[in-house]
Every structure is written in structure tokens, then in C-alpha cells.
């Protein structure tokens, strides 16, 4: 029986070693939950790095937690303490991260980081050959992986190979100036169906392969040695019941002391008005930006004083790299001036966490927030703001959405704007406090019946069904 390999840079289980005695949870990201009917139901495995490197793993505990992951259908690439320094933290976070969101000025193009991005790719390829036979299936995900394709491609023509980027895809002037560039592009091109979040990354890469490559592009068909390669784009959606139900369960359980302290700002005035964001700390969010904005707002329309509250969810992620630590600094430095500026006894204008919550608390800070202000200044889609709207079990509650965010392409009802415009985004912040609520319920209405029927499940699956239906292009192109 054929097999199905799902391969990504970290798998969806959580290990960690406590006393010497390993722990292994299953992760309860959106991908895990995406492709769980893939991975748990059918022959299938998932490859991926444990999250503990080989130094932190002597030889006994590297046997336990092989042993270990094989129950959950995984297995493990053994990745060294220089692999995560100069793959991840240097190739991954420093070259393609800055690179494909258009952060130009912080990417750095350096021979050790690549030297180690081809080798760790080698490392991915190789534990797939392991497994891989004639007439199986691989599905690798994302910018840490982006020459495996080519590699399994070559050592085994009979299998089919899908790849999906969930960051953006740069326009070509951007691409460009990448030194590996044809390198790279060869190493996605060994997928038979590559997918992009939006048609917009698609036309980008399209562009990339005619220019660079000069290979022959028909409509969204490219036609590569002997074989037919077929760019698509897939909206990932989110677990939609998941954030639903948890939502109309929360109000039924006893409160939290986070809930009761947003109750307590909700029921402070009958104006009283509560703001959300979430996001990883990471530059390409535009949290800055949204805080200046929030202040320009203030400056502009100070009779929302003392009613408005801007929460501030921001969970730390790659603080090892110096951008994120100047992040950091300049995050802490603007909400200390907003605060300083504005606060009075009983009153602070912005909550600001600078950490990961449970599930729970993620939920009531979702269910309590009138408004969510989601301003990356580029983001391949915005989970964030798809789980807002799920939450939303009275169809109350206005989304703001930045342009440059993926998600942005399929929530025309939210009320989108330019992250680097202060004055719209403060009217607009200003138009949705004060929107009648029957307009607030028909917006939400689209947004949920459209989230609702395009979930994560259904974006595998759509995946899943293109990429068998490739097998049948290779054939055509092979019989000509
Ligand atoms: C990349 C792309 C693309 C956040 N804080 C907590 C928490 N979260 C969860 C959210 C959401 C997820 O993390 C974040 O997903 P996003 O899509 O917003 O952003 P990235 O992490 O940058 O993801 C992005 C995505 O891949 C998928 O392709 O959309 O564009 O950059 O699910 O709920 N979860 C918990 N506590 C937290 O504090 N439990």
C-alpha cells in the first residue's frame, strides 16, 4: 500500500526532557490539525527535527525518543547545535525570512548559512529516502525546506512530490537579488504541484521561473525536463468548530481571572471598548506601527480616553537574532511612551504581554475583544485573524485587517487597511467603534459562512486531491 510522507521542519509533537525522562505531547498547531486526518488515518508518516539537538540528546535518549515518536507515526532528522545556528537561525531567519517578506535591509547573504541550509536539506531528503518508495506520496512544507523537493525528486522520479510555502513569495525584482537564486528555484521545481497561500505569490513565482530559469510557463503549467510542474494557490483555513465551540463553551464554564479582568475594563463605562492583537514578535507583524497608530488615534480623537484599551499579545520567537532583540526593545520603548503619556488612576490605554497564553486565555481574550487590529506590514496569511472571527458567536465585533496579509485576499468584509497609514488606520479604528451592529452581523456573517466552509481540513484535502491529479499530467507530458 502507498504511503503518504508529510515532511516539515519541526514536527507536531512537543518533546521535552524532564529528570532525564523524556515527555512527548502532541502539538496542537493549525497544520497538525490540518493534515491530522492525512497523518493519522491513512499509511502515512511524518518526518521532521524533534526540537532538542543532538547535543542535548546523548545516544540513549536520541534511541528513547526514535522509540518514542514512532507511536505517533513520526520520525526524526537529528539536527546539531551548529545546524540550528546557521540553518535556522542564520539561512532560515536571517536570508529567506527578511528576503521573502521584503525586508531587504535585513538580509544578510552569507556562505556559511547557505553551505549549512544545503546540508540540513540533504539531512531532511535523506531521512524521506529512508522510507520513500515507488508510488508514495511527500508533502513538504515550507521555506526551511525548499530544495528537498529536487533532492527526493532525483534518487526517486516514481514518487509525487508536493511543496506548499506558507510566507510569502517575493516579486522578482526581489527574488532577483538573491545570489542562489537558480539553485533554489531547481530545488522547488522537483515538486509536481507547488502551492502558495495566494494567487498573488503564485504570479510571483511564476515570474521568477520565466525570468530566471527561462523556462516555458503555460497559464499555471510549467513545463520542467520531462514533466509537467503545476503552481496552484490554497488559502490555509483554520479549525473553525475548534474556535466556535471553545468559544461558546468558555461563556458557559466558570471565569478565569484574565476574564474577569477584562469584565472588569468592559464594565468600567457603557462605552468602555477593548482592542485585540496577537502575533509572534516578529518585525514582519508591524507592531510598531500599530502602536503609533493607537497613539496617533488618541492625539487625534482624545474623547475615546479612558474608554478605549489596546491588548497586546506578543509571544516571543527568535530572540537570538538581533532584529528581533531591537523588536523587542523598540515594542517596550513606544508602549511605555503611550502609557506614560496617557494613563491616569484608572486607567492604562495599552495591556501589552510579552508572552505565549494557554488556549483558554487565547479564547477569552478573542471572545471579550470588540475589535481586532492585525497590521503586519507583510504576512503569507494571518491565522489570527481567521480565529477571531470564529470566535465571534454573536456576530458582534469589527475586524481591521492590514492589506499585506494573505488573508486579506479573502475577508473583503473586514475593514482593511495600509499598515504604514497612521490616519487611516486611526478613522478606521474610529469607524469601527462606532459601527451600528447590524453592520457589524452582516460583515461577520460572509466572513464566518466563508471560514466555516474553506477549513484547514478542507485546504489538505483540496492539496491532497491536486496532487494526485498531477500523477496524470507527468503522464500526458511522457507520452508526447
Ligand atoms: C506562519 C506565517 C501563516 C499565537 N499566540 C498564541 C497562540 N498563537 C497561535 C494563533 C495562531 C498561530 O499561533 C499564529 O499563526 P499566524 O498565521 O498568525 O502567524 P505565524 O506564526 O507567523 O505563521 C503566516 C501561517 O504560517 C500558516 O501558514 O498564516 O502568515 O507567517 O494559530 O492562535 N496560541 C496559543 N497561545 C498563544 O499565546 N495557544
Redesign the pocket.
Known amino acids: 500500500m502507498n504511503k503518504t510522507i508529510i515532511v516539515s521542519n519541526r514536527l507536531p509533537l512537543q518533546i521535552k526532557i524532564d529528570n532525564n525522562q523524556l515527555q512527548v505531547k502532541p502539538s496542537v498547531?493549525?497544520l497538525a490539525t490540518g493534515l491530522k486526518t492525512i497523518h493519522q488515518e491513512g499509511n502515512s508518516l511524518w518526518i521532521g527535527w524533534s526540537g532538542l539537538t543532538e547535543e542535548e540528546l546523548n545516544s540513549d535518549l536520541s534511541k528513547q525518543v526514535k522509540a518514542l515518536i514512532k507511536k505517533e507515526k513520526c520520525d526524526t532528522v537529528s539536527l546539531t547545535q551548529n545546524d540550528l545556528e546557521n540553518f535556522y537561525y542564520g539561512f532560515s531567519n536571517r536570508t529567506l525570512w527578511p528576503l521573502f517578506h521584503y525586508f531587504m535591509e535585513y538580509t544578510e547573504f552569507e556562505n556559511t548559512y547557505w553551505d549549512s541550509y544545503k546540508a540540513v536539506n540533504q539531512k531532511f531528503a535523506d531521512a524521506v529516502l529512508e522510507h520513500v518508495e515507488d508510488g508514495d506520496t511527500v508533502w513538504v512544507h515550507d521555506y526551511q525546506l525548499l530544495l528537498v523537493p529536487k533532492l527526493i525528486k532525483d534518487k526517486k522520479p516514481n514518487t509525487t512530490v508536493g511543496f506548499f510555502l506558507?510566507?510569502p513569495y517575493p516579486s522578482y525584482e526581489i527574488f532577483r537579488t538573491f545570489p542562489w537564486r537558480e539553485e533554489l528555484l531547481h530545488g522547488i521545481l522537483g515538486a509536481d504541484l507547488i502551492g502558495f497561500?495566494t494567487y498573488d505569490y503564485q504570479r510571483h513565482f511564476l515570474s521568477s521561473v520565466k525570468r530566471i530559469l527561462r523556462l516555458d510557463v503555460n497559464f499555471n503549467e510549467i513545463t520542467y525536463d520531462d514533466r509537467v510542474v503545476k503552481v496552484d494557490s490554497f488559502p490555509?483555513g483554520i479549525d473553525y468548530n475548534k474556535f466556535h465551540q471553545s468559544a461558546l463553551k468558555q461563556k458557559k464554564e466558570e471565569k478565569s481571572e484574565l476574564q474577569k479582568r477584562l469584565d472588569d475594563h468592559i464594565q468600567s463605562s457603557k462605552d468602555a471598548r477593548m482592542i485585540l492583537s496577537?502575533?509572534?514578535m516578529?518585525y514582519t507583524k508591524g507592531i510598531p506601527n500599530r502602536i503609533r497608530a493607537f497613539e496617533y488615534f488618541l492625539n487625534k480623537y482624545p474623547e475615546y480616553k479612558e474608554k478605549v484599551r489596546l491588548i497586546m499579545?506578543a509571544?516571543p520567537s527568535r530572540s537570538n537574532v538581533p532584529q528581533y532583540q531591537l523588536l523587542k526593545r523598540e515594542t517596550d520603548e513606544l508602549v511605555g511612551r503611550v502609557n506614560g503619556q496617557f494613563s491616569t488612576v484608572s486607567w492604562t490605554p495599552i495591556w501589552y504581554f510579552y508572552r505565549?497564553?494557554?488556549?483558554e486565555n487565547?479564547i477569552d481574550l478573542y471572545t471579550s475583544s470588540h475589535i481586532a487590529m492585525i497590521t503586519p506590514v507583510r504576512?503569507?496569511?494571518?491565522?489570527?485573524a481567521k480565529?477571531y472571527v470564529a470566535t465571534r458567536t454573536e456576530q458582534d465585533g469589527v475586524l481591521i485587517l492590514s492589506e499585506m496579509a494573505?488573508a486579506s485576499k479573502e475577508m473583503n468584509e473586514a475593514m482593511l487597511i495600509n499598515p504604514n497609514n497612521f490616519e487611516q488606520i486611526a478613522d478606521t479604528l474610529k469607524q469601527a467603534l462606532e459601527m451600528p451592529l447590524k453592520e457589524q452581523r452582516s460583515r461577520m456573517e460572509i466572513l464566518q459562512k466563508r471560514l466555516k466552509r474553506y477549513t484547514v481540513e478542507k485546504w489538505a484535502e483540496e492539496f491532497m486531491k491536486s496532487l494526485f491529479a498531477t500523477k496524470n499530467l507527468g503522464a500526458v507530458i511522457i507520452a508526447k
Open positions: 498547531g493549525g506558507h510566507i497561500h490555509m496577537i502575533d509572534r516578529d499579545l509571544v505565549s497564553m494557554p488556549f487565547l504576512d503569507g496569511m494571518n491565522l489570527v480565529e494573505g
